[in-house]
Antibody, heavy 122, light 110 residues
Framework: QITLKESGPTLVKPTQTLTLTCTFSGFSLSTSGVGVGWIRQPPGKALEWLAL???????RYSPSLKSRLTITKDTSKNQVVLTMTNMDPVDTATYYC??????????????WGQGTLVTVSS | QSVLTQPPSVSAAPGQKVTISCSGS????????VSWYQQLPGTAPKLLIYDNNKRPSGIPDRFSGSKSGTSATLGITGLQTGDEADYYC???????????FGTGTKVTVL
């Protein structure tokens, strides 16, 4: 059974750096074709893709946020960490992590965490 | 900010059918598989369709997906009150080298 859970601060101040941790179970991030991604959703708005890290440490970022994002993995701890610098109130959102499985050209996110709401306010 | 375009809302009576379109481009839908997600109020997105038209275990066959060119479509037949939710399409964009989602569609059961 695959599960993921996001953790981190619920409130950050403008200009601060946000660090979110995704702790997962039921799969290994050292298995070929496996990745973990981050997606966010501002209140009442659409999903926005942020970043993705694969089993081989290949990393991909949203072009519009690339300068502010860093994604890393700790395979031994079954964790993926996302950092976002220079937080602004517009970054207020629910942040989700999701498992991504790839095989023969097919990739999809079948398992998502419950999400964590991060509010940016002074 | 969304790269994929969906209608803001669709509605129909219980038992009827709705379709949701997802319009993209040659760099995303045109070259990659499409997934569809259902998001019930206050919950995380749930995978409904992957690889354009495949359903994960446990998803009823009332939900179907298709793709043609740079557009994809989600169909829901036998509409139920429990289907009231937001629906999102998603895929990979080769030009952006990033994932992309649709603008989202709210389904209302009249």
């Amino acid at each position: 059974q695959i599960t993921l859970k996001e953790s981190g601060p619920t409130l950050v101040k403008p200009t601060q750096t946000l660090t979110l941790t995704c702790t997962f179970s039921g799969f290994s991030l050292s298995t070929s074709g496996v990745g973990v991604g981050w997606i966010r959703q501002p209140p009442g708005k659409a999903l926005e893709w942020l970043a993705l890290i694969y089993w081989d440490d290949d990393k991909r970022y949203s072009p519009s946020l690339k300068s502010r994002l860093t994604i890393t993995k700790d395979t031994s701890k079954n964790q993926v960490v996302l950092t976002m610098t220079n937080m602004d109130p517009v970054d207020t959102a629910t942040y989700y992590c999701a498992h991504r499985g790839c095989s023969g050209g097919s990739c999809y996110s079948g398992y998502w965490g419950q999400g964590t709401l991060v509010t940016v306010s002074s | 900010q969304s790269v994929l375009t969906q209608p803001p809302s669709v509605s129909a009576a219980p038992g009827q059918k709705v379709t949701i379109s997802c319009s993209g481009s040659t760099s995303n839908i045109g070259k990659n598989y499409v997934s569809w997600y259902q998001q019930l109020p206050g919950t995380a997105p749930k995978l409904l369709i992957y690889d354009n038209n495949k359903r994960p275990s446990g998803i009823p066959d009332r939900f179907s997906g298709s793709k043609s060119g740079t557009s994809a479509t989600l169909g829901i037949t036998g509409l139920q009150t429990g289907d009231e939710a937001d629906y999102y399409c998603g895929t990979w964009d080769n030009s952006l080298s990033a994932g992309v989602f649709g603008t989202g569609t709210k389904v209302t059961v009249l």
